[in-house]
């Protein structure tokens, strides 16, 4: 295809998109609003999953020391309870420790870094891996009862449940996107529809001096591109410009919630909008051509 | 060149549009194809642009053969094709210039050959004057000249006219007719559908008489015959 005619295709784009303005705004905000639905059943998944890592990367049981006890004694009951029925393996650490493997949990924090940095208000502790998970009742309370023990902490159904969940969400996902994408790729097609409907006089004078097929579609196949692809931008601003605030806010509210950084949302969502808009414009493109533009 | 083998066109209604033509036709020749209202004129000139395809028999032109030509490649028999339509099927929303130009943007061509064919077309046309006026804004005379500039932009060597002179009055048609005359001797082949006899018994062309689908006489130097 020649320079001239990819010029003459865009202007004659244009001209189409400008001309149906109403439908034109329709269709942007259609695809804007299911790609923004898309966006915000991504965020939900991607923050469970960031939570359900982080959880997971923790071990099982926490054993917290309480604090001015001497590392000599907190030795021998480490000695002493790597001993004890369904531990599998121990792990000590000290405060220090645990404050720098928070600042790697909660990364925008600020707040919160500062404050360990300052004074570290965190305690020495054992990381406790049990044989079997249903040991670790029995073992928690074992290390309650021991004088140095600060308290015990353990999460492993917290994580199964988080599992659970974000595959319901996964799946209530994809179905509310099913029923919005074909939704956006009616309103796609009709606006191309009305493009050709237009058109129909320079699209029979162009049949009639020679011009090529494709030469007639392109301009209606990329409207449906250049609709499916604004709207997906469209969401991709407003999705980008709500998880910032969104940070904020739970940074302030939450701030021990582990939420999933931007950068690790917007990758997500841009390129899952960004493909969907193609898409649909694509297959609107397609569809519309097959059923309204007989060449 | 142009040739109908034994060509009939049988419509989905069960109506025939011609029946059994054969017809051959020269490069450079001007022909007139006569005949009353629903004898077969257009059948047989859709015929010769692929909107339509023969039911049976074969159309040749020069390299083509009409019914086995791929849809996606008609456009490049159209190339070969200007086309005239009694009504101009111009475009209103564009001036003169543009919609002559819009022929020539359309088949690819740069813009550079656009602004050196389309005012030279216009000339010929005798229509430089009006090349920013729209359709409407012409006469009827004017308008059909627009149609003939587009389609003559782009070089075509068959010139195919169904009734361009149909809505005209009879001094107008002439002029008409001695354009395409002007643009035969300038090469082109023209090959015109009309009604207009005064015109047809004068011009001393080719005739082609068709009625009821069948072509019933065809004379180097004819007369349109007809009391109409
Ligand atoms: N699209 C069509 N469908 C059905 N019948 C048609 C169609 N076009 C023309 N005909 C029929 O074919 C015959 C020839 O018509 P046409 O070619 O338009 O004649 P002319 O142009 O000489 O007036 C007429 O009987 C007409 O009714
Ligand atoms: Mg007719």
Known sequence: MSLNSIGYIVKETGRNLIYNTWMTLASVSTVAISMFVLSFFLVLTVNMNHVTSVLQSQVEMRVFIKPHVSRAKEMTLLRDSRHWSGVAKMQFFTKQEAANTLKKEFPNQKNLLTLISKSNPLFDGFNVYTKRPSDIPALASRFRKQPIVHNVIYEGQVVSRLSRLSVILKWAGWGIEGLLGLATLFIIVNTIRLAVFARRREVSVMKLVGATDWFIRWPFVLEGLILGLVGAIVADIVVGQGYHWLLFEASNALPFWPMASFHQVMQKTQDFTLGGGLLVGVLASIVALRRFLRV | ?228
């Open chain 2, 1 to 228: 060149m142009i040739r109908f083998e034994n060509v009939s066109k049988r419509y989905a209604n069960g109506h025939y549009g011609i029946i059994d033509v054969n017809l051959e036709i020269r490069r450079g020749e001007f022909l007139f194809l006569v005949g009353p209202s629903g004898a077969g004129k257009s059948s047989l000139i859709r015929l010769l642009y692929r909107e339509d395809v023969p039911t049976t028999g074969e159309i040749y032109l020069d390299e083509f053969r009409l019914t086995q030509l791929k849809r996606r490649h008609v456009s490049r028999l159209r190339r070969q094709l200007g086309v005239v339509f009694q009504d101009g099927k111009l475009l209103t929303n564009r001036t003169v210039y543009q919609n002559v130009a819009f022929a020539m943007e359309v088949v690819g061509a740069s813009g550079r050959d656009i602004h050196k064919r389309v005012p030279q077309v216009l000339e010929l046309v005798g229509l430089s004057k009006h090349h920013n006026h729209y359709p409407h804004q012409l006469s009827g005379g004017e308008q059909q000249r627009v149609g003939i500039a587009r389609a003559l932009v782009n070089n075509p060597v068959y010139i195919i006219a169904d009734e361009p002179t149909g809505n005209l009055d009879p001094e107008t048609s002439f002029g008409i007719i001695k354009l395409l005359q002007e643009i035969n001797r300038r090469g082109a082949t023209i090959i015109m559908a009309t009604h207009a006899k005064d015109i047809v018994n004068q011009m001393h062309k080719r005739v082609v008489a068709v009625e009821n689908g069948r072509i019933i006489r065809d004379e180097a130097r004819g007369v349109y015959g007809y009391e109409s």
